[in-house]
């Protein structure tokens, strides 16, 4: 794996402990507003990861489909993250 992989998967994991806290907090009975705030972080975290791995698609899969000339393949992955962006606003 690439530093790049290696860093994202262990931002996932920590996310992943992040979750399991609050399913314990929640198991606890803890104060709602100490839950939502993790809820928020994790949120945050996510939102960072998802970035690294639009920047990398950007970076890698659009970057080769215009090097290729391939206009097919292009609009293909154009139309993927016109569609990603369409569901994120749902």
Known sequence: MTDKTNAKVNRLNRIAGQVQGVAKMIENDRYCIDILHQIQAIKSALAKV??????DHAACCIAESIASGDAEQQRIKFEELVELMERQRR
């Open 50 to 55: 998802e970035s690294q791995v639009l920047k």
